[in-house]
């Protein structure tokens, strides 16, 4: 090694991170927004008045409870969290997916998802430098279980991550064969339950009961994703250990307030969730309908995948942008997403301009 200056980023950084684009958001300025899961409806005027009420004196001169105390009970009452399950919260669950990487990083074990998955589990174990192996899901979406379990034996991994319902599919796996992937696998298995507010099933009730079993939430996908707060419910020893690479006062006071506050309504987000999955319901069977949609994927999250005919997607996606509306291109994701677009469940009016739309850009190709 010479004795120069190593001051630039490929000097220091590693190729693989350097290879790995920044995280995109695309610019929805003056676009119907329905690329990123977010709840479509702001809160009630009279919420709103009563939130603001609630973030008065907000001693923000002072640090955060660095326990979240307050936030923690509420957590625990409103989400149904398991007596005997420890809770931590993130900023966002994906600082949860980071600080589970970081500390199994060094363990020279790998991590596991399936794929098509969510893409920040692979991002943040190539940042950490640890080796990371995607397991491709079957054709129709479905886990490929016999796959995983051989790559498990195979790599004896320290974190198999499964999310439940997936992204960027919304297929919700049979409870059953998430259920044989924790019993099989000797590491961790983190469920990740983004979409458990739109899904039929969850794991919670079996947090810190069931030997190796992390469940992961976040409020974002219910209504609240300008807060950023997930939380990773688990045996007590789990989050003893995690807790040690939190940052300190990783939730802000303002995101402690106003996640609690939402929480005490509770009902009123509880409602909008209904509403999403009743538009989900329509959304699937209007795309069905459609020609020109060449498959849809059943969903039991606040998206819709569908596919478009071969080499078509781009254009359609286009096709959606210059008629005002955003949803995601995946196609270039994974092999199997070839020509696959997502979108997000709106407001039943936002979901009519889309389909609309959606229609005239397939017209027009
Ligand atoms: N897990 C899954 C499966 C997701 O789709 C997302 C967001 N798209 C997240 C976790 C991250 O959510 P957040 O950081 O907003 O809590």
Known sequence: MSAGRHDRPEDLMRPEVLAQPAYAVADATGLLKLDAMENPWPWPGELEAAWLEALSEPELNRYP?????????????????????????GNGSDELIQILIQAVAGSGRP???????????????RALGVPFRGVS?????????????????EEQPAIVFLAHPNNPTGRLEDPATVQAVIEANPGITVVDEAYAPFAGHSFMPQAGGTAGLLVMRTVSKLGLAGTR??????????IDALDRLRLPYNINTLTQRSVRFALDHRDVLDGQARAIVAERERLLQALEALAGVTSVVPSQANFVLFRVGEGQGAAVFAGLRERGVLIKDVGRA?????????????RPEDNDRFLEALEAALARR
Do not use: K, N, Q, S
């Open 65 to 89: 409870d660095a326990a979240a105390r307050d936030l923690a009970a509420r957590v625990r009452a409103v989400e149904a969290v398991p007596e005997g399950a420890g809770l931590m919260f």
């Open 111 to 125: 991590v596991i998802a399936p794929e098509p998955g969510f893409v920040m589990y692979g991002v943040l174990a």
């Open 137 to 153: 899901l079957r054709p129709d979406f479905a886990l490929d279980l016999d796959a995983l379990l051989a790559a498990i034996r």
């Open 229 to 238: 707060l997930g939380y990773l419910a688990a045996e007590p020893a789990w």
């Open 334 to 346: 994974h092999p199997l997403l070839a020509d696959h677009l997502r979108v997000t469940v709106g």
